[in-house]
Structure formats: structure tokens, C-alpha cells
């Protein structure tokens, strides 16, 4: 089964506005974690929210998890140039760790 | 700040040949994981590690796959006779604990093309 879908799959803003995605899941999870990828490089660790969690700050970042609705979202405010990348969800549900990711969100923040 | 780190950044080999990933996990870390991205595509886990056994593998993780931890620092995938549908980038991530604080940190990834 598909876990952890991203809506919107493109994003584009200007320097300054905020960026919303949505992540969405099927299975009960141990916890949901997002990543951001930058054109053909690695998966950078932004933010892991529990099961047992509703909100989780970082920087400029705002993670929420509603389970009920098994869905998250990522809110990052006052974007810069340097956020433009990839974001990705993904989800640990109660395997051996196995991280299922969504197909991410483009985000592109022109100056 | 402690980075996972892979070699090599980019292999290409004949279809048939073996190929070995080589990793370095975060050195207080216990479990390790390897998953690959074919372009365009999703990142798909393969294999998890802990304990110096397979925890769980994926469907794509068959017989052509193995991983090894060798000695205390390196975590390594091999593809014993590689297929052209093995291109993709290869990244080998590792958390600390396990369950809900399974932190998974990745590394910078290799990026294999078979010809």
C-alpha cells in the first residue's frame, strides 16, 4: 500500500511568503518524519514528530500531525531562495524502521 | 556535527558486474538501513540492519543483494551481477534508537549507472 502522499506536488512562491505541503498516510505510524532534497544530492533530516505528538517547531519550520485524519503537514515561514528543494514525508510504522516515503513537493522560492 | 558518508559518489559498471556501496554510519549509531531513489522516482527502502543481522528487507531486496557490516565502522550493500534496472542513487542512512524516536539520517548517496 502507498504511504505518505505530498499535496501539492509543485509549489512556487516568493522570498518572504510561507510554503504549506500536506502529507497524507494509511497505516497507524510510529512517527513521520520530513526531509528535503536538493536536486541530485542527499536527503537532508528536517523534523521527526511521534505518534503521540500534534505540533513540532524547528527554525522556521512547523510540523503538525493529526492521526485521526493520518495526515501532516510542513509550514515553512518566511522562505528563502535556499529552500527551494524537494520535500518529502515519510512514515515508520511499526516495522523494523522501514521509512516509507511520498513522492515529495517541488518547492521553488523565487527572490 | 556527525555525518553519515558514502563511497563511492558515483559508479558505473557493465551490466553482470558486481558492484560493493560503501557506507559509514554515525559511529554511536546501531541500526542501518539502505534504500535507493531510480530517477524520478520514489526513494524505496531495501534493507534494514541491526545487531549485525537483516532486520527486514524489501521485495527488490533479492539473492543479487547483500549487506555487510565488516568491522566497527562500515556498513556495505553488494549487488552481485548488476542489471540496467539497478541504476539508481543508493543512499545508506542510520538512527540511534529504534520505534518512535527512529531518527533516520542519510547519507549523501551513490549514484550507480549500469551500462
Known amino acids: 500500500s502507498q504511504q505518505g502522499e505530498e499535496d501539492p506536488q509543485a509549489l512556487s512562491i516568493q522570498e518572504g511568503e510561507n510554503a504549506t505541503m500536506n502529507c497524507s498516510y494509511k497505516?497507524?505510524?510510529?512517527?513521520l518524519q520530513w526531509y528535503r532534497q536538493n536536486s541530485g544530492r542527499g536527503l537532508v533530516h528536517l523534523i521527526l514528530?511521534?505518534?503521540?505528538?500534534r505540533e513540532k517547531h524547528s527554525g522556521r519550520l512547523r510540523v503538525t500531525l493529526d492521526t485521526s485524519k493520518k495526515s501532516s503537514s510542513l509550514l515553512i515561514t518566511a522562505s528563502r531562495a535556499a529552500d527551494t528543494a524537494s520535500y518529502f514525508c515519510a512514515t515508520d510504522s511499526h516495522s523494523w524502521g522501514k521509512l516509507q516515503f511520498g513522492a515529495g513537493t517541488q518547492v521553488v522560492v523565487t527572490p | 556535527e556527525p555525518e553519515v558518508t558514502q563511497t563511492p559518489s558515483h559508479q558505473v559498471t557493465q551490466m553482470g558486474q558486481e558492484v560493493i556501496l560503501r557506507c559509514v554510519p554515525i559511529s554511536n549509531h546501531l541500526y542501518f538501513y539502505w534504500y535507493r531513489q531510480i530517477l524520478g522516482q520514489k526513494v524505496e527502502f531495501l534493507v534494514s540492519f541491526y545487531n549485525n543481522e537483516i532486520s527486514e528487507k524489501s521485495e527488490i531486496f533479492d539473492d543479487q543483494f547483500s549487506v555487510e557490516r565488516p568491522d566497527g565502522s562500515n556498513f556495505t550493500l553488494k549487488i552481485r551481477s548488476t542489471k540496467l534496472e539497478d541504476s539508481a542513487m543508493y543512499f545508506c542512512a542510520s538512527s540511534e534508537r529504534a520505534g518512535d524516536y527512529n531518527e533516520q539520517f542519510f547519507g549523501p548517496g551513490t549514484r550507480l549507472t549500469v551500462l
Open positions: 497505516t497507524s505510524i510510529n512517527n
Open positions: 514528530i511521534r505518534s503521540n505528538e
